[in-house]
Every structure is written in C-alpha cells, then in structure tokens.
C-alpha cells in the first residue's frame, strides 16, 4: 500500500551547491521561474553537481539513457507540479525552499495510514467462569481461537475471539497445562503439560498423540521449513521432535543454564530464538541445533520473544523493567532499551505490518510504543482495570484486539482507521472524489480526507483533522493538486492534498456548506449551502479569493448544484422544490423553474442537446429545455423511476403511474456510446444519451433516452451558433411541428415561475400527499400495491419494458438496501463511484460491473481501470519533448555556478530562506568556464541562446577575469550570428524578386562593413522563396 511521491529521488539528489546554484538562477530570471525554466535549472544543476562538465556523448558513454534522463525529467516535472499547488505555471524561490524544507526535512509520517492510534477497554466482556486465575493465553490464528491456560489446570479452554464466548473444554493432560502452539502441517493444537508430555489434538479436539519427555516441557515452537517441533525445558534443554515418527530428534543441553521460557522462529533468517531464565537469548541453527548468535544484555531472566518482519528488530522482556530492542545480526548490546515499566514485564509482542510494540508488566499496565522512533505512545491498564496481577497477555491482528489475563480474560481494542469491519470508513463516508491527474481517490469523513491508489484500491494516505468542523462538501480543484472543502460551520477553504495545508479561504456563508463545484478550466469555484446562498468565488491562486457574485433565491437549503461552461450556465436544486438558473456570463440570476411537487434531489446537464436533466425525491426524472435554444425553459419529457415487479418494469411514462416510484437520490447524464451483448449474443450499440440513476434502495440504474429524443428532435446543436442568433435576434423555433407543439406548455409566454396546468398534472405526487418531502411515502398505499420484486437482481436487464421513448437498459444493487448519497462519472478512465449510506464507496464500469470497493481490509477483486505505467508513459513522453525542446541531442552543457559544498542542503535552505550566503571559490569554476567559452566558440551551433545568456553574465560578474578581450568579442560575434540566423523577418516568403534585392543589399552591407554579425545574410537566407 506504499505510494511514494513521485519526485522522491529528486529530493534525495540535493545538496547545498544545487540549491544555491537554483537561487542563482531564480534571482538572474527575476525571482520566478516557468516550468520550462524550473526543469532546465533543476537538470543542469542536479547533473553539473555530479561531474563539473558534461556532454551528452560522454552521459551515454557512463550509461545515461534517453529513458532514464526522461525519468529524471518527469520526476523534475511532478516536482515542479508539487510546488506550483495553485497552478500559475510559474514559482518562486521561497514557493520551491519551503516546499523541500517541508518535504525533507519533515519525513511525513503524521500522512501515513499506521500512525499509530490507541488501545480502549473493549465492550466485550469475558463472563465465564475462572476457578483460578489465567497463567498463559496463545491466540492461534490458523484456527481463529483464543487459548486459554489456567493455574493448575489440566484442561485447557478454547474462546471465540470475536465474543469472549468459552467455546470448548479440552481435558486429557494428567497435569497443569503450560504452553500450546499450532502445527500447521497436521492441522493439529500441541499442548506440553507438567505432567512432562505433549499432546496433538485435531480440529474436533480429540486427543491424536501424545509424546512423553524427560522433563517438564515450558514452550513449544512449530518450524514449517524444517518440518520439526521445537520445545523449551525447564532445565535448559532445547529438543527437537520428528513427528512424521513420533520421536526425539535431537536435543541440546547445557547452552542454557536455566529454564528456557519461550521460543520463536525468525523467519527471515531461519534462526529459532530462545529465551532463558538465565537472562540469555540464543538464536539456533535448527538444523545444525547449534547456537548462531547470543545476546546478552537482560540482568534478571527472560520470558517473553517477538520478532517484526517489517523493521527486521527482536525484542526480548523479563524480570527486568524495561524490554530490549536487537538487530538480530548485531550480537554487542542493544539497539534501544524500552524505559517506562515500574515493575517486572509479562510479555512483548509485535502487531504484524504495524509499528505497534506492546509491552505488559506484572501490575497490569500495557505501554503502546512506535517501532520507528521507539517512542511510548500511549500507556493503559493498570489501575484503571482489574488487571492489577497480570500473568500474560496476547495479540489477536485480525480482531485489531489484545487479550490480557489475570482474574479473568480482559480485552482491548485498538481504535484505528476502521475498526475491522468491511466498509471504506467506520465513522461513514460523507463523499468520496476521483483525480485522474493523479489516479488516485480522496474519501471524505468527519475532518478526514484519506487517499486511495486508483489501481490497487489500498489507502495510502490520511490527512487527519485539517478542517476545524466537520467537513460537508468536497471538490478536487481542475489541477489535481489541491482540494475544497466546506465545513458545518459554513467556512471554504483550499487544502493542498500533499499535506493538507490550508491555502486560501473563501467567503464565510451563513450556515453549513451542502455543495462545491467548480467551473473546469476556469479559476471559477460555486458554493451553496442549507440556508439557501449560492455563491460564486474565483480562486485566485497565492492571492486572497474574491466572491463574484453571491444569490439568495431559494427559500430553503440548496441540495445539488452544477455548471454548464457551454451553456454558460448554473444551476442549484433545492429543498424549495425549485431549480434555479444563472447566467455565468452576467453573474446575474437566470430564471427559476418552480413546477416541481418534490425536493430536488439532483440536476445535470445534456449540453449539446440544450437540456437540464432534474431528479426529484419523488422519483421523476425531467428533461428542461435550455437556453440559447427557442424552447428554452420548457419541460419536454419526463419519467418515473419505478421498480420491477415480477420480472415486469411497469411503465415509466404512465400517467397514473402503476406503482410507487422510488425516491432519486443522485443522477448524472453522458452522451457516451454504450455496447451490449443482445439476447442472441450479438453485440448491439446503445445510442446516447445515458441516464445514471441511484434511489433511495441503494439501486444503480443505467436508462436510454435516445428513442424520445429521436421522436421529439432533440438532436445535437451547435450552440455557438444557437447563441449568435439569440444575439442577432434571428432564432426560430426548429420544433413548430405537431408533435413537439403538443407537448410543449402553454405558458411559453409566462414568466418562468409560472405553473403550467398540463405539468402541474404530469408531474404531480402519486399519493394524496401534496408538496410533501417524499421519502416519507404514505405507508398505507404503499402497502395496498403489492410488491413482489426479484430479489436476485440481475445487472443487463432483461425485463419486459413497455416504453418506446425511455429504456432500461441495466440495474444493480449498488448499496445493500441503504441510499446513496453521491454518484459521479470518472474521466480516465470512463467509470461510475458511488457513495452510499452502508459506509461504503464502490466503483462501477458504464454497464454497472462491479469494478471493485474501497476498503481498509481491501478488495482483493478492486480492478479500477486506472493503468498507472500507461500514466507514467504519458509523463515519461512528455518529458522526452521537454528534454529535446530544452536540450537537443548534441547540445553542449555548462558547468555548474560555484558553489558552496562545505554546507548540508538543510543549512544551505535556512541560509537561502534568510538570504545569507557565505563566499564560493572560484578558481576550478573559472576554469571550466573558460574551457566552455572555447568550445562554444569551435562549434556555436551546438549552442543554445540561453548558454550564450550565461556566458556573458558569467563575464559580467568577473568569473572569466583574465579571459582575452578578443576572445570575448568573437564570443559576442558568435552569438549575435547565431541570434540572426535564428531570426525570422517577415511570416510570408518573398517573391524570387525581393529575394535577389535582399541578397544584394546584405553584400552591398557586407562590403561596407556594416553586417558584422551576418544580420542581412541570415535575413536573405532565412526566407523561403515563393
């Protein structure tokens, strides 16, 4: 689930000569570079600090591919993106030092989705009966159980981890049972008791074999690799098992002078730990059972191993008060020492694929440690429990959950991201966004936005708490750098998405925000929010945003909002039952349309067929003819979206309608081409436009219209052309035929309030409810239709449909019974997400195949199509154009300005950001310059004008003293030459009469010693003959 920044290596590259040398050039370019300029310095400077003079032949000669320079350039590019957040193409200085103070300095852990959070007494209880205290709790995965060991015992007793519920008693041993573990080559539990035997019992608990030792066995340890039992003994013997025979293997005795109290398998590097009352820990060859390493640093006996495969550490506990951190090949002494305990530790253990250390002492208190800073994060337990004798504790990973023993079993959860349940987030998902810049999802929950790679579905990141009240709307900003949101409190504000910052904030509105938008390609932001106010901002970058336009024409709270840039225009929805339009030319208020018997749940717009598409809670959908069109503001068409009954979707177009409809709760058009498989199996092509509908059941619908708009000539325009005519005065009606007359109102004249009789019918509720909100249906008629739908919905549907004008074309159930609460098409690729109240955010292919849900525990099936190396080809070719446009194939490089290496990059950033400089040498510098000037000159056609540029600056600044005067004026003469021959005069070609003229004079200036720089020959020569 790793995702590192993709200018990762850049940042590795820097030290204090390159960044001196960018200030250099950020200062010589006016204070502000391009992105042009930032890639061409950040190259020249990161490849001169390697090697103080470079030619392309002899980059290739070390190895350098085209690729890997297109590489690097990319990488120099995101950088580039990374730091122009609001991007203005263009970067300062203190833009680009405080970005690298930020980023390498900081590390970023605080993003990370293992920050570590914190351990609560959990609500489940154990209330099984204990008739002595509990010595020794295992949790075996394999079989998902909690084993417990009680004092003087010799039974043992298995609990469901999930409950604490006592599932199973298992008598058998003559003795105290001590220690357990799984053999997992026979599916088997081992148990070792004192009455010196060990036990295998299979999955129903029935008593397999049993093996007799000469001694009390304390530990045991099951090794898959070498297929063999391991066992610890209370006099120090460690012995190894043959169970294919049932036989003593092997043991050794004497290396341990005391009992051995617990042994574990070091995977990684095939050792068997082993931990002993004589304060050692030896690591075995398991088959050799010879003793590889021993460490010793414990004072008192140690009972307790862990080991984590992540941060390859071991870590030991015992009498002593504090647990040891080792580098399992560094046998002195040990890498950290865990302070805190105040009496003897019980145990250690480490959470799998966490950070997570977790240390007990023998009064109960549990000390939660970070492993990559070995700092204690939170301490628990203790007084505040029963746990005041403790004897043991266990980690149970898949639960997020430990299991303490003392009088009883006593459990704590660990209260993370999720809380182990199969949703995207256990605190709900107020919405979830798509950014194809940078294929990646951004969930929003509370005061959370947490990152999803697009193509594995695995959280990668969490921007914990960067909003100060919870946030209620989101919008990824048109540069996939940055993100809005609006909060509760009524606040708009722009977040990097690198780190959360906030970097503008917007006009406060009254009440909490309820929708963001913005206008693509624009600096165009729109907010509306639940008292009514719908504003208009522009983001001004670095500058503080201004407010454009600010409207308070609903009566109620606004619930969708969206522009049209073709159309030129807004529309909000709202709980008023109104859809209200503006003009985004004038900034001014539009019309409204107020024949709407329901709340208005979503709108979109059909652009090119000059069409507003309304969803209500009462389950219709509409179709609005827009402006430039004559119709404009007219309802054309509408239906219901209704359930299927017995195999049967009633008509949709009834009036009344045969059934209930379901509530709408969000809806998005495309005039994308769709193909599906026909009953007979051949393909068959869907005609646009598409409706995406999701209801108040959690149902996803895909509709066709393209048969109405057939019917009623509702084609494709060109509105430009619609708009010049508007503008002329010179529009006519294209729809003047029977047809559309019939269904057009009869309040083309009205106002746009007006109410139209023949809608007011159309679109009345389907009850006796009036205007009410309808997602309190009327339950008793509700009831008096039967229904029985099909529970197994299949997504191609293949129903029976009466409609001619409408289709549907397929169904699915998206969100388990639950509403949706947003929906959106994704661009690259071409997709839907859905958000729904079930806590979980999915993502659907055009047709409604699942393509995957995001998930904490991840979606092993997620296949998003988002294909991140064909991403990186389209960034590594647009390097390569950058690289050939800055740099051609045998263009000559220039050292790198003198620097100052004596300091590191952090100091060289502080002493920059203040503006303090210590003196440079010069002496190799000049040298290299020289040699430069000199090849310029041989071969001034492998030159670029901006070397030229720094050539002279160099000489300006005395960094070529005692360079010969000549020799600097033919340098001059070359480039002016070069600057000629680039020069193009006139953007038509002459006649092969002006063309003789222009020669002749640019001899005629020659010979009189007036075209010292070739300016006239290159003029004649640069123009091409008609």
Known sequence: GSHASPETHVLTDLSADVLENVKAEFVENGGALNGEQFVRAMLRNLDGDRKSQVSTQAAAEEGASTRSASIRAAAVMDLFSHVDVHGE?????????????????????????????????????????????????????????????????????????????????????????????????????????????????????????????????????????????????????????????????????????????????????????????????????????????????????????????????????????????????????????????????????????????????????????????????????????????????????????????????????YMDEWGGESVTDTGGVTDALYNPRVGEFYTISKQTVKTWNANTGVLFKVLRDITQDEITAACVADNGRKIYLGDAKGRVQSHGLQNGAVLSVFDQHPTDISCLSIWKGTNKVFSSSWDGTVKISTDEGSRPPQLKAEFKNHRDGV??????????????????????????????????????????????????????????????????????????????????????????????????????????????????????????????????????????????????????CKKRGVHALDVKDLFEQQRNGKMTSPTRGKTVRGQRTAARGTSPGASSPRLGKTLSPQNSMGAAFLTGLDLESENDIVRSQDPTRSQAVSVAQSDMEVQLLFEEEGHDDAGIISMYL???????????????????????????????????????????????????????????????????????????????????????????????????????????????????EDVEEDDFRMLFEQMERGSMTGYPLESKERLVKVSKARQAKQMLHRASALSKEEAFAAERLAHAMAALGGDDYGTYAAMANSLKVR
């Open 89 to 413: 193409s263009s970067v300062t200085w203190e833009d680009v030092s405080n970005y690298f103070i930020e980023q390498g300095m900081s590390g970023g852990d605080e993003f990370t989705v293992d920050s570590i959070k914190t351990y609560e007494v959990s609500q489940v209880k154990d209330v099984s009966k204990h008739e002595t205290p509990v010595e020794k709790l295992v949790y075996l995965e394999q079989i998902d159980s909690l084993v417990c060991l009680s004092r003087g015992s010799r039974n043992f007793r298995l609990y469901d981890p999930k409950r604490c519920i006592l599932k199973d008693t298992v008598p058998g041993h003559r003795g105290t049972v001590i220690n357990c573990c799984y053999v997992d080559a026979w599916s088997q539990i081992a148990t070792t008791a004192a009455d010196m035997t060990i036990c295998f019992w299979d999955s129903h608990l029935q008593l397999r074999n049993r093996l007799a030792a000469k001694d009390v066995q304390l530990c045991l340890q099951w090794d898959s690799v070498s297929r063999s039992l391991f066992s610890g003994a209370i006099d120090g013997t460690l012995s190894r098992w043959d169970l294919n025979n049932m036989t003593l293997a092997d043991l050794r005795k004497g290396n341990h002078k005391k009992a051995i109290n617990d042994l574990l398998m070091v995977h990684d590097i095939n050792l068997l730990a082993s931990a002993s009352s004589d304060g050692s820990i030896l690591m075995w060859d398991t088959a050799m059972m010879k003793p590889k390493k021993t460490f010793k640093g414990h004072k008192k006996g140690t009972f307790s191993l862990a080991y984590s495969m992540d941060y390859h550490c071991l870590l030991t506990a015992g009498l002593d008060q504090e647990a040891l951190v080792w580098n399992p090949y560094v046998e002195r002494v040990p890498i950290f020492r865990l302070k805190g305990h105040t009496h003897a530790l019980c145990g250690v253990s480490i959470v799998p694929g966490t950070p997570q250390i977790l240390s007990a002492d023998v009064a109960g208190t549990f000390r939660l440690w970070d492993m990559r800073s070995f700092r204690c994060v939170q301490s628990f337990g203790g007084n505040e429990t029963t746990l005041n004798d403790l004897n043991t504790f266990c980690i149970m990973p898949p639960h997020h959950r430990l299991a303490a023993g003392a009088s009883r079993v006593i459990l704590h959860d």
């Open 559 to 708: 619930t969708c909002l969206r522009g049209s840039p073709e159309l030129l225009l807004l529309a909000s929805g709202s709980t008023d039952m109104q859809v209200v339009l503006y003009d985004l030319q004038t900034m001014k208020f539009e019309t409204a349309l107020s024949r709407f018997q329901h709340v208005i749940a979503a709108v979109d717009f059909l652009p090119k067929r000059c069409l507003l598409v309304v969803a209500d809670q009462g389950g219709h959908i509409s179709f609005w003819r827009m402006r430039p069109h004559p119709d404009q503001w007219t309802c054309i068409f509408h239906f219901r979206n209704l359930p299927i009954i017995n195999g049967v979707l009633p008509s949709v177009t009834e009036v009344p309608p045969p059934t209930l409809a379901v509530p709408v709760c969000a809806l998005r058009v495309s005039e994308e081409q769709l193909v599906r498989q026909s009953e007979d199996g051949e393909e068959e092509i869907i005609d646009p436009p598409l409706i995406h509908t999701a209801d108040s059941k959690g149902v996803l619908r895909v509709w066709t219209v393209s048969a109405m």
């Open 826 to 940: 994704t661009e690259e690729p071409n997709a839907l997400m859905t958000t729904g109240l079930d806590r979980r955010v999915r993502t659907w292919s055009s047709q409604l195949d699942r393509l995957g849900t995001l998930m904490q525990s991840q979606d092993r099936h997620f296949k998003f199509p988002f294909d991140p190396q064909a991403a990186q080809e389209v960034r590594l070719q647009a390097a390569a154009e950058l690289l050939e446009f800055l740099a051609p194939e045998n263009r000559l490089r220039l050292p790198p300005l003198p620097g100052a290496s004596s300091r590191s990059a952090h100091d060289m950033l502080l002493s920059l950001s203040s503006g303090k400089t210590k003196p440079t040498k010069k002496k190799d510098a000049e040298k290299a310059w020289r040699v430069t000037a000199e090849q310029v000159m041989q071969a001034p």
